[in-house]
């Protein structure tokens, strides 16, 4: 039998807060997507300004972390990132239309060594989505570390 772990929109919420506080701190308008394992929308929230083509990128973002299980620029990272021309993914955002993305700001959200979700952001540019998913992931990690497990 094999437990899963899954995430929870009491756990996104602090992500979602880390996350627009780090955006506003840098001064970026952004949009931040949690979704749980298998890529569904746990939480959306759209900072006042962000691009409205923001959504559905953050949405892909997460979507594509969660389902392949790595940081979305990771597929274009060279000398290897297995999307790029030559290698053995190249043409993959094609198979899933709207839905894949293979650029920077889509980050797996890790519990006890299971992939339990995605954090997508959209609207800065890479280094910003960087920053600002990474301020999400540090606040789920404190998030789990401080509350008891049910």
Request: hydrophobic letters at 45%.
């Amino acid at each position: 039998m094999h437990t899963v772990n899954r995430i929870t929109l009491d756990d996104a919420l602090p992500m979602l807060a880390a996350a627009r506080a780090k955006a506003e701190e840098i001064g970026v308008r952004q949009t931040i997507c949690v979704c749980d394992d298998g890529g569904n929308v746990i939480a959306l929230h759209r900072l006042p300004g962000a691009r409205l083509t923001g959504v559905e990128i953050a949405i892909a973002k997460a979507f594509t972390a969660a389902g392949h299980e790595r940081a979305t620029h990771k597929f274009n990272e060279p000398p290897d990132g297995p999307a790029l021309p030559g290698n053995e993914a190249f043409g993959i955002s094609h198979m899933l239309p709207g839905k894949f993305a293979t650029f920077v700001g889509g980050f797996p959200v890790e519990y006890e060594g299971q992939i339990v979700g995605a954090v997508g952001v959209s609207g800065g540019n890479g280094e910003q989505d960087k920053a600002v998913g990474a301020a999400a992931l540090r606040a789920f990690a404190e998030h789990v570390a401080a509350t008891p497990v049910a």
